[in-house]
């Protein structure tokens, strides 16, 4: 089997035009929130309330945003060429979804590796499901196995990122590796350049400026997502 010829990474900096904050910019959430207190299975097990309320708060955010024109220009890339994009996203937003990335082709293509905050997770069975617009709370039950275990589906830190092996496998057969809106700070993501780059492979960066890992890229585009990503994808479908 074939895999895709380019592997898009996506991070917090694509959503930001839409109205979601980033992490690590200034004002970014991490730097108003001490990332343990909410981001890791400790702080849940501490304080479920307090973990499970901060996350009710991001999923009214994300369902208030709409996709910007870098994530429809990437369902647009995505749509051109069935089969041939991976989008690998650590954002736990939907908005890739929403703007139509991976439609009609397999829902595979677009990876969430580090979740989906519209999503449940059960602490006790791993059980996951789609979760509504009612709070979850310490109270609220698995759907499945009725344990009062109920978190959001996102990777917190020390958790292992989704579908890692499949994200290896695409790099192994890409031509080119694209990452879009992320700063490079968190691994295993922010390694991905280096491992595109052993293999040969062209890298690009897209961001609002260079990232941490800028000088590991090929070639690098500066400015505003909702820009630059069209018209990047624009170069590649050749119009
Ligand atoms: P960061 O907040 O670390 O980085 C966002 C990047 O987007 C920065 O390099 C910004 O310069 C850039 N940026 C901001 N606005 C932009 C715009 N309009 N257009 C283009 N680029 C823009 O967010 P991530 O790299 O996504 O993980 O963070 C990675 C992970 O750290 C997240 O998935 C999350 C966080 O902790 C977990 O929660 C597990």
Redesign the pocket.
Same mark, same amino acid.
Request: charged share 10%; net charge negative; proline share 5%.
């Given at each position: 089997m074939s895999g895709p010829e380019i592997v898009i990474l996506t991070?917090?900096?694509?959503s930001?035009?839409s109205g979601l904050g980033?992490?690590?910019?200034v004002g970014?959430?991490?730097t108003r929130v001490p990332?343990e207190k909410v981001?890791t299975p400790e702080a849940y097990a501490a304080d479920p309330a307090f973990v499970l309320e901060f996350y009710d708060v991001r999923r009214e955010g994300v369902r208030a945003a709409e996709p910007n024109p870098?994530h429809h220009a990437l369902a647009k890339l995505q749509a051109s060429r069935p089969g041939e994009v991976l989008i690998v996203t650590?954002?736990?937003d939907d908005l890739h979804d929403r703007a139509g990335a991976a439609a009609g082709a397999d829902p595979a293509d677009l990876i969430h590796m580090?979740g989906e905050l519209l999503r449940a997770l059960c602490a006790a069975c791993g059980h996951r499901w789609d979760w509504g617009p009612e709070p979850m709370t310490p109270k609220s039950l698995c759907e499945g196995c009725r344990a009062a275990s109920v978190r959001p589906d996102?990777?917190?830190?020390g958790e292992m990122?989704y579908h890692m092996e499949r994200i290896a496998d695409a790099l192994e057969g890409a031509s080119r590796f694209v990452s879009? /809106?992320?700063?490079?700070?968190?691994y295993p993501?922010a390694g991905f350049v280096a491992e595109a780059k052993a293999r040969g492979i062209g890298t690009l960066e897209?961001?609002?400026?260079p $990232?941490e890992g800028a000088e590991m890229f090929d070639a690098a585009r500066h /400015?505003?997502? $909702?820009e630059?990503v069209p018209a990047w994808v624009d170069e590649v479908l050749g119009r």
């Open positions: 991070g917090a900096g694509i930001a035009e980033t992490f690590r910019d970014g959430l991490w990332l981001a870098a650590q954002n736990v580090h996102v990777v917190w830190f990122p879009i /809106g992320t700063s490079g700070a968190v993501a897209l961001n609002l400026e $990232s /400015g505003p997502a $909702s630059i």
